[in-house]
């Protein structure tokens, strides 16, 4: 059993002076063509034991041999989370399930590939990442005859080897994250990340990506309480959700005066709870010991260099770079949704091409909450469009009238269009007249306005964009109207 | 048993089917006349291949009537120890939990030995999983010695000793984990090699104790040892543990002699051989010294600690080895209420009692809190015995104890008490866990007239040297 | 005993556990001659060759017929090995 010291990290408390502390141990599939240890197709969605060979399936006689590629996505993860890639050598983990088909795991123990990392959440915070190993994945159980396939009930089950032997890196993170936001951040975080860097497809609903947490609470000021193992959590939105409820049922139980046992507990999604799947004994002993059929992992300065240089940049960077172009924040919501898109090189082509990249970062964000793409413009063209908007000549309702028509001709001139459809500029200099006009017609509300009523500028704002026939930027006139009153009181 | 006449050998035979005086389905033909009039009597088979050796010899036949090469082992049988993997051949360890299992695959020393022109013979009986030193740990029964069917063959590859010193096979192949190809052969009075960790591909062979198991040839003559293994030899991609270099050549060894090489005598050597085995081990000495050779003093402190430090390792990793037999997926099962239960007694019942107490031992070993005390220690023994050698062989080319610290025993003489029977692996097990070669070379016989095998060690990749000592040997006894 | 038999996956008979046990016992007290050896910075040797950094390209390699695998097995159903329920598995 661990206890976890208390550490530095900021604490936010729960309810009366509890305290949350999550770790979460994260198995990702690797996306080889072949297994960790033979040659069969790592591949998902197949029909059972379609991918089964001597090695997959434990027969007597067989031998592993590393996937070179496995290792090197392996690598490629831990650089990407800042790991330390060290000397390493593989383990058996040894008990007796019917879906593990040596009755052993191939898994790393006290000397994995990567360690002592980090990974930045999107506000900065940083959750250190203990260790990235390698291990092979296990079969398949069905189980035939019970209820909802579970396995209690059951009347027999059935195994299915295909996923048996598939590469993964079991990234662990240490207990720094102290709500279930962080939790969520994290993973969606780590997944950004593994699909930049092509070592999986990341995928939590298929399995190719697990989360189990490890859930804790304590006391502001005392050391960290005794932990459970939350597993079966399938989705980003589930994992928020399995925390807030465990963590709520063990402050209920240690506000009760009852201990919380070290347990492995089941996230049941439709009743919304944790269910106990086990408790931890002694009993637990995997009797690892290095494994004789393979040998270590040396990766060389000049390896690891060259997958250090062959990544791309990480969502994490693309965000800081995007925002420092645009001038929103890091983590501002348009930034990430941009940017977890893929569409930031498109934004900041938009600038190099002489646009706005703020503008261009609205109008690319506001297209994905829209119809969830990205407008079909070329650059340069939106980058036109940009140059209209903040040069005053197009309002903001202009500005998309004319993206629209862009996108439905699939680029052209964003001037000459605004042009076509009459969208004349109307400088503040015209403005002027106009609001001064709409003053003097309606005294009563500017009085109310001028004596604090904020909602009596609606009619003269109304009547000022009634007279321009809807040219006028709304903004532009709010500002000429402030300016007037600041001037009369 | 009528006495044994002299064998045909390994190289006679395969010159005789290559140069088309004989046909390979004849030379089959007679060793399978020899099987049918001794088998009963020796079982040293758990199953004989008379008719896929007859298709394959008269294959063989046909290819050399075309003009085909038929490969440097053309026509000779041979036969295989019952853990090595052969394609849709029932291959079970004389264990009834793998009883009626055929694997999909065949091991890489069967292919290679199938593709120089051998013709298996058939699968050849062994202890339990290669625990043992007698072959009376088979679930099939043990094999008898064919010079004198009242004693035992030795052990673990009994089946695959008695098979060639029968007459049934020119040669054999067994898997020496600590002493299991040495020991028999000493016993059987042959040849038997246990290569360098890692010469031979262990792809196929039925893992007892990964990091100790070795594929090594039985057979009458040193010449014939040294062309069997440089078939065997060689790196496997398939075996990680495999040497990705080109194997020695050996049989351009033999005639080189032995003047001005080193012979080692370890004189802390641990005690417990008989002394007519000893007597031959100083008339090897002797005929070595008298052919130009320097016998050398040294000493391997930790020798005396490999017994220990293998019984340890051995069943660690076997305990790990043998948990893929669970009733899931091949072999037998015995139907339980559930799946814990099922595999419980389906190995509770497929297992013999000395594989069940070495996995005990072996789960022991590694378990919590007792790692650091047993298994933990056993690898350090490891290095400390590795170590001695090392320093050992910086003053001599090779080394030279007995193989087996007594001639054949008797069925049953051992008792009940593995102790005893353990101690019969007292002079190969260090080899093993060092990872070097050794072999076990007829030299004379002992009490009863039975043979006694002098064991010549060599460091990691000195198969040359140990063949040309073998050679010596051999020649000063013609 | 009963421990390492559980860990095992064998079943003990009536009288079992004694007799592993007085074997065991015997064996470990035979092995004690090592518990006087100073082992402090001895580098345990897991394995005989110095070897590192054998790797396989990601290649694939046919698999093995699924309907022989299968009947071969135990048991099977649908594609699939058969095995009795798992409760009680840990």
């Known amino acids: 059993m661990t206890i976890y010291t208390t550490s530095d990290q900021d604490f936010v408390e729960l309810s009366d002076g509890w305290e949350l502390v999550v770790g979460l141990e994260v198995h990702v599939e690797l996306a080889t063509n072949t297994k960790l240890f033979s040659g069969s197709a790592n591949r998902f969605g197949d029909e059972p034991n379609m991918n089964i060979d001597p090695v997959t399936l434990g027969l007597p006689g067989a031998l592993p041999v590393l996937n070179r590629h496995a290792v090197e996505l392996a690598m490629r993860v831990g650089l990407a989370l800042n790991c330390t890639v060290q000397p390493s050598i593989f383990h058996r983990k040894n008990y007796f399930y019917p879906d593990l088909p040596k009755a052993y795991q191939i898994s790393q123990y006290d000397q994995p590939l990567n360690i002592d990392g980090y990974l930045a959440l999107p506000g900065g915070k940083l959750i250190g990442i203990e260790r990235a190993h390698m291990e092979e994945d296990t079969g398949k159980s069905t189980h035939i005859g019970g209820a909802g396939g579970r396995i209690h009930g059951a009347d027999h089950s059935l195994i299915d080897f295909n996923r048996a032997g598939v590469p993964l890196v079991e990234i662990v993170s240490r207990p720094d994250i102290r709500t279930a936001e962080e939790a969520r951040q994290y993973v969606t975080e780590l997944r950004g990340i593994l699909l930049a860097i092509d070592a999986s497809d990341a995928k939590m609903e298929e399995g190719s990506m697990r989360v189990d947490a490890n859930v804790s609470v304590h006391r502001a000021g005392e050391p960290f309480g005794t932990r459970c193992e939350i597993k079966n959590v399938n989705s980003v939105r589930s994992l928020g959700r399995a925390i807030d409820y465990e963590a709520r049922r063990q402050i209920d139980m240690r506000n009760a005066g009852e201990p919380i046992l070290q347990q492995t507990r089941h996230w049941d999604e439709n009743d919304g709870r944790t269910h106990t799947l086990r408790t931890k004994e002694d009993a637990d002993d995997y009797r690892y010991f290095p494994e004789p059929d393979l040998v270590p992992i040396v990766p060389s300065p000049e390896w690891i260099a060259s997958i250090r240089d062959a990544l791309p940049l990480l969502p994490g960077a693309r965000r800081l770079r995007l925002a420092a172009a645009s001038g929103a924040a890091a983590d501002a919501e348009s930034v990430m949704v941009v940017v977890e898109r893929e569409q930031d090189d498109y934004v900041l082509a938009v600038g190099a091409a002489g646009g706005d990249v703020a503008r261009a970062l609205v109008h690319v964000k506001e297209a994905y909450a829209e119809q969830g793409s990205s407008p079909a413009v070329p650059a340069v063209d939106l980058a036109g469009l940009t140059q209209l908007e903040v040069s005053g000549k197009l309002t903001a309702t202009q500005a998309k009238q004319v993206l629209a028509e862009l996108v439905a001709n699939g680029g052209g001139d964003a001037a000459a269009i605004a042009a076509v459809r009459g969208f004349e500029a109307i400088d503040s200099s015209s403005l002027e007249p106009m609001v001064d006009a709409a003053i003097a017609a309606q005294p009563d509300a500017w009085a109310k306005f001028v004596a604090g009523d904020a909602k009596a500028v609606g009619a003269i704002v109304g009547a000022v964009m009634k007279a321009s026939k809807g040219k006028a930027d709304g903004k532009a006139v709010s500002a000429i109207v402030e300016a007037r009153k600041a001037a009369a009181s | 048993m009528p006495s044994l006449p002299s064998f045909p050998t390994v190289l006679n035979t395969a010159a005789a089917v290559r140069s088309g005086t004989r046909s390979a389905l004849d030379v089959l033909d007679e060793h399978l006349a020899r099987v049918t009039e001794c088998e009963t009597e020796i079982h040293a088979f758990n199953l004989v291949l008379a008719d896929e050796a007859r298709a394959a010899a008269a294959a063989l036949d046909a290819r050399i009537a075309a003009g085909d090469d038929p490969g440097p082992l053309a026509g000779v049988p041979i036969a295989l120890k019952d853990n090595m993997c052969t394609q849709g051949i029932p291959t079970t360890c004389s264990s009834r939990i793998l009883e009626g299992w055929r694997p999909p695959y065949t091991a890489t020393a069967v292919d290679k030995v199938v593709a120089a022109g051998a013709i298996p013979i058939g699968k050849t009986n062994l202890d339990e999983f290669a625990m043992g030193s007698s072959t009376e740990n088979s679930a099939f029964g043990p094999t008898r010695n064919p010079l004198d069917p009242s004693r035992v063959p030795g052990g673990s590859s009994g089946g695959s000793a008695a098979a060639v010193a029968a007459g049934f096979a020119p040669v054999s192949l067994g898997s020496d984990t600590g002493g299991s190809i040495r020991q028999p052969a000493a016993l059987c009075g042959l040849v038997g090699v246990k290569p360098t960790y890692g010469l031979v591909s262990r792809y196929g062979l039925i893992a007892f104790a990964s990091s100790l198991d070795q594929i090594g040839p039985f057979t009458h003559t040193v010449a014939d040892s040294a062309a069997v293994l440089e078939v065997l030899a060689g790196h496997d991609p398939m075996d990680s543990t495999s040497i990705p270099q080109p194997p020695p050549s050996l049989t351009s060894v033999l005639d080189r002699g032995v003047d001005g090489l080193r012979i080692g005598r370890i004189t802390d050597l641990p005690a417990g051989a008989d002394a007519d085995v000893t007597a031959r081990v100083e008339a090897a000495f002797v005929a070595l010294e008298k052919a130009g050779a320097t016998i050398v003093d040294v000493t391997v402190p930790a020798f005396g600690y490999g017994l220990t430090a293998y019984y340890l390792v051995a069943p660690a990793e076997a305990s790990s080895n043998l948990s893929r037999y669970d009733g899931v997926r091949f072999g037998m099962r015995v139907t339980a209420g559930t799946t814990a239960e099922m595999m419980a007694v389906t190995r509770t019942a497929g297992f013999g009692e000395e594989v069940k107490r070495r996995i005990m031992l072996g789960t022991y070993a590694l378990s919590a809190g007792y790692y650091d005390a047993y298994y933990g220690k056993a690898l350090k023994i490891r290095r400390m015995i590795s170590d001695d050698f090392s320093r050992a062989y910086e003053r001599c080319d090779v080394l030279i104890t007995p193989a087996s610290p007594t001639v054949a025993f008797e069925f049953g003489s051992k008792g009940d008490n593995p102790i005893a029977m353990y101690l019969c692996d007292t002079y190969t097990i260090p080899t093993n866990l060092a990872g070097h070669p050794g072999m076990s070379v007829p030299y004379g016989t002992g009490d009863h007239g039975l043979p006694v095998g002098v064991q010549i060690l060599a460091p990691a990749l000195g198969e040359q040297v140990m063949y040309q000592v073998a050679a010596e040997l051999e020649r000063s006894m013609a | ?90």
């Open chain 3, 1 to 90: 005993m009963v421990k390492v038999a559980r860990l095992s996956r064998l079943a003990l008979g009536p009288g079992d556990a004694e007799r592993y046990l007085s074997q065991l016992s015997g064996m470990l007290e035979h092995f004690a001659d090592i518990d006087a050896l100073d082992l402090d910075g001895v580098e345990p040797m897991t394995q005989p060759l110095p070897l590192v950094n054998v790797f396989r390209d990601d290649v694939l390699r046919p698999s093995l017929d699924r309907d022989e695998v299968l009947a071969a097995a135990p048991a099977s159903e649908d594609g699939r090995f058969r095995v009795p329920p798992m409760i009680g598995e840990s």
